[in-house]
């Protein structure tokens, strides 16, 4: 709430809708001091206002910096109509705010991330994570796994699906009409020719060389503690990592302020 409320203090050349508690709302803009003129959404804008309400009710008030279980609920409430929005046309854009996930699980309710969230509600067979960041892009093979599960996720028909969402994405959304990949190796040293794990021999390498075959400009798979080298950076349009933490702790060390996560594969 934060964050939304501090968003419509600045100048838009869109229109934002907030999906929140009005409640929620009204105590923190009073608590940090800042104004609140929201229009009520109707489903459609009107040339008066930029900013708009569509309330959805918490189920109990709440207290800043405490977490409630009871409205676990209530969050993922907010982010099932926007979502419903989006696929029905009434909005062009979701932009998420920060979730716990643990609390949303304390409350009993199976959640990932917005990742997956976002992937079950449009159907999607295969989103990808993305962050970007301005002269950087590192995409994620497995997301929201503990590292004890990473390696028996990673498959080929799985990297290649991955692999193909991003190299499609990176021309579609991204308007890179040749994109080049750099795909990371599990492994410390990429392996080490099969003496640090065998990841790269029988599931990586195959799937770069096939994808290779087809024309794509894929790379790898190189050690990940030499793949966010300057040198290699400038020479890539992305960077595929293998696991959660292999990728993003680099992205978010480069520019964590202007760094966002982008869903592909919707």
Not at 28 to 53: C, E, F, V
Not at 157 to 165: A, C, F, G, Q
Not at 169 to 190: E, K, M, Q, T, Y
């Amino acid at each position: 709430p934060d964050l939304c409320l501090r968003l419509i203090t600045q100048p838009l050349d869109c229109h934002v809708v907030l999906i929140a508690d009005n409640t929620l709302l009204q105590q923190r803009a009073a608590l940090l001091g800042l104004p609140l003129d929201l229009a009520p959404w109707s489903g459609r804008p009107d040339k008066q206002a930029r900013a708009y309400l569509a309330p959805i009710a918490a189920a109990q008030p709440t207290t800043v910096g405490q977490l409630n279980r009871a409205n676990a609920a209530y969050v993922l409430k907010t982010l099932e109509r926007a979502v419903s929005g989006c696929l029905e046309g009434e909005f062009d854009a979701l932009v998420t705010g920060p979730v716990h996930k643990g609390i949303i699980n304390d409350a009993g309710i199976r959640f990932t991330g917005h990742t997956e969230f976002l992937a079950a509600h449009s159907g999607a067979p295969q989103p990808v994570m993305l962050l970007t960041c301005p002269g950087l892009r590192v995409a994620l093979a497995t997301i929201h796994l503990p590292l004890a599960q990473v390696s028996r996720h990673i498959t080929r028909p799985h990297l290649l699906r991955v692999l193909e969402v991003l190299h499609h994405d990176l021309r579609s959304r991204f308007a890179i009409p040749d994109p080049v990949i750099l795909v990371c190796g599990l492994n410390p040293h990429a392996g080490e020719g099969g003496h640090l794990g065998c990841e790269e021999i029988d599931v990586i390498a195959p799937v770069i060389e096939q994808l290779q075959a087809q024309g794509r400009r894929v790379l790898g798979p190189v050690p990940a503690d030499t793949a966010f080298l300057p040198a290699q950076l400038a020479k890539v349009d992305a960077v595929l990592a293998m696991y959660h933490d292999q990728g993003l702790p680099v992205i978010k060390h480069r520019d964590f302020a202007h760094a966002v996560n982008v869903t592909l594969g919707l």
